[in-house]
Each structure stands twice: as structure tokens, then as C-alpha cells.
């Protein structure tokens, strides 16, 4: 599909850090030793990622700004935004884990089934 190529703006920051992902196990892996560098052969072979992956991956995990580049090495970030997006990743999973056979969960719709009261005074 054409652009205006003006106005476009490459990549997408949002990353996808749900347990299994590629971007979740490289920045686990990077995050383990946070102030080394690894080139995208020593990550592709510490994680077992394809090495194809590997690369635009780490693009999107840089454009996210959770990790840094100085060629040819990668690393985690050195700010807060990882232990941010880390724990918001963490919690919705342990929510979801804890409360997804809950009667809510199971009963999607719920809110449909109770009166309405709107119209009562």
C-alpha cells in the first residue's frame, strides 16, 4: 500500500513483551547482564532465536527505547522504561493467570444481564 512518504513515520515503538515473544526473551537476556554488549550472532545463539530474527527485533526493541546500539553490539537501556514496560507485562500476566477461570472470565457479558436503572427515579 503507498504512502505519503512525507508524513510516514517508520516502525511501530510498541513492542510485544508477553511471555514467548522474541522481544521478551532477548531483553530477559540482555537484562541479565545489563551493562554487556552482545553482537546478533551471540544473541541469536544465547537464545536460540533464529538469527533472522534477531536483527529486527532488536530494531523494534530500540525504537521502544528498551534497548541501546553501538555497532555491532546491543544492550539493554539504562533507564526506567524497562522496569516500566517489565512490570506492566508482569502484572497483566499474573492477573490474567490468577483470575482467568474466575466467574467473570467465564461468564464474558456479565454486564448485559443486569437491569437497566437508568430509566428509574
Known amino acids: 500500500m503507498p504512502v505519503d512518504f512525507e508524513t510516514h513515520e517508520p516502525g511501530d515503538p510498541r ?3 508477553s511471555e514467548g515473544t522474541n522481544a521478551r526473551r532477548l531483553l530477559a537476556f540482555l537484562l541479565r547482564t545489563p ?12 537464545t536460540g532465536i533464529p538469527r533472522g530474527s ?23 537501556a539504562k533507564d526506567d522504561r ?27 457479558g456479565w454486564a448485559e444481564e443486569l437491569p437497566d436503572l437508568s430509566d428509574e427515579e
Open 15 to 17: 513492542v510485544d513483551l
Open 35 to 46: 551493562t554487556v554488549g552482545y553482537t546478533p550472532a551471540e544473541l541469536a545463539e544465547g
Open 82 to 108: 524497562i522496569a516500566a514496560a517489565t512490570a506492566a507485562v508482569v502484572g497483566i500476566e499474573a492477573v490474567a493467570s490468577t483470575y482467568s477461570d474466575d466467574w467473570y472470565a467465564q461468564n464474558d
Open 54 to 76: 534477531v536483527g529486527p527485533t532488536l530494531n523494534r526493541l530500540e525504537a521502544a527505547g528498551l534497548v541501546r546500539h553501538k555497532e555491532p553490539y546491543w544492550a539493554a
